[in-house]
């Protein structure tokens, strides 16, 4: 059983960044996908990111602007956001697979455990 905890999410202006941070415990980030997936209100869950082994994969609303990664020593697992748009604004959640995961990374259904989530504002 994971749990997942984000932190790291607030009020930023446009064109700025932020760092989203995961902390996993129970289950390794290392040893199992991880994936960053955002949801505005009234709308479904988005994909953002995806760690899959040493593959990266990326929206392409985000491409070029959020970087993956994760720190198997602190078991945590980040997203680096850069060049910040008000539309970048959304409840930020991160998850993990319960095997190996081949593809189709940018459906809800793939993942198995998710966290809360952390509020990601941009103003213009």
């Known amino acids: 059983q994971a749990q997942l905890v984000e932190s790291g999410g607030g009020l930023v202006q446009a064109g700025g960044s932020l760092r989203l941070s995961c902390a996993a415990s129970?289950?390794?980030?290392?040893?199992?996908?991880m994936g960053w997936f955002r949801q505005v209100p009234g709308k479904e869950r988005e994909f953002v990111s995806a760690?899959?082994?040493?593959?990266?994969y990326y929206a392409d609303s985000v491409k070029g602007r959020f970087t993956i990664s994760r720190d198997n020593a602190k078991n945590t697992l980040y997203l680096q956001m850069t060049s910040l748009k008000p539309e970048d604004t959304a409840i930020y959640s991160c998850?993990?697979?319960?095997?190996?995961?081949?593809?189709?990374?940018?459906?809800?259904?793939?993942?198995?455990?998710w966290g809360q989530g952390t509020q990601v504002t941009v103003s213009s």
């Open positions: 760690i899959i082994n040493v593959n990266t």
């Open positions: 998850t993990q697979s319960i095997g190996y995961l081949s593809g189709n990374y940018d459906r809800t259904s793939s993942w198995r455990y």
């Open positions: 129970g289950r390794s980030v290392n040893s199992y996908a």
